[in-house]
């Protein structure tokens, strides 16, 4: 597949139970996304917090990397030093993000096979909707973390699938709500923050950080550059699941 990616071609009147098991399988299957470096090619928290941010930002992310603080603590803390206004974050991000290729015809596929699609970030709602408004794409459900901008810096907190707030666990939680659901995932990411809930998808298509460890832990994957092998691989697991009939 080259250039763009291929939706099925289905019969002209398929039988009826033909039909209904496309649906089944379809219904059943989602692509559960990260957002910053996945779905955009940078991270843009990173971006707000270098524009906004004091110095003292990467100390914390230090800690992050030490393995000190969960990257729900760390965004929460390093969005507590941030002193910007909800329009002003919203301005920044719509000229600075760059999406990755073929993002556009994926969530078109996805939507025109009855793929679900969710974005599961430890980003903030605030530029992930604005960014995904912009371009179009507000019915991609999206779960990530929910801000309040005071004078004190913006508040942020992760409410979990069950209603309760999380400092940690948040992408993995929606993992495991998914396939409670009985839902076949397939976790596309890049991060060190993606791991946990790659291990619990049944299906992982990584890049970088995400790719990285998957290697190092000798756990299964399919790597991608871009969402014309993520569509690819998607595809590849419809027909598998029944979905290509």
Same mark, same amino acid.
């Given at each position: ?45 990173? &971006?707000?917090?270098?524009? #906004?941010?004091? +110095? $003292? ?10 393995? !000190? /603080? ?73 779960? &990530?973390?929910?801000?309040? #901008?005071?004078? +004190? $810096? ?10 309760? !707030? /999380? ?79």
């Amino acid at each position: 597949m080259t250039g763009s990616i291929q939706f099925v071609q289905r019969p002209a009147n398929p039988a009826p139970e033909q039909n209904k098991q496309a649906e089944e399988h379809a219904e059943l299957l989602i692509v559960q996304s990260d957002f910053d470096g996945t779905i955009t090619t940078s991270n843009i928290g990173d &971006a707000i917090k270098e524009a #906004f941010g004091p +110095e $003292g930002w990467t100390d914390l992310e230090a800690e992050y990397q030490a393995g !000190n /603080l969960t990257a729900e603590q760390n965004t929460i803390r390093q969005f507590a030093m941030i002193d910007a206004a909800q329009e002003d974050i919203e301005e920044l991000v719509k000229g600075e993000v760059v999406m990755r290729f073929m993002f556009d015809e994926f969530v078109h596929h996805c939507h025109g096979v009855g793929i679900r699609l969710d974005v599961v970030s430890s980003g903030l709602h605030t530029y992930i909707d604005a960014i995904l408004n912009m371009l179009l794409f507000d019915h991609i459900q999206v779960h &990530a973390g929910q801000s309040e #901008f005071t004078s +004190e $810096g913006i508040q942020v907190t992760y409410t979990g699938p069950d209603g309760q !707030n /999380l400092d940690s666990g948040f992408k993995a939680a929606w993992t495991d709500q998914f396939k409670s659901e009985g839902r076949t995932v397939v976790y596309v990411g890049d991060g060190r923050s993606d791991l946990e809930a790659a291990k619990r998808a049944d299906h992982v298509i990584a890049t970088s950080g995400l790719a990285e460890e998957m290697t190092r832990l000798g756990l299964p994957f399919h790597p991608f550059e871009n969402f014309e092998h993520v569509g690819e691989r998607v595809e590849e697991i419809r027909a598998e699941l029944g979905g290509e009939n």
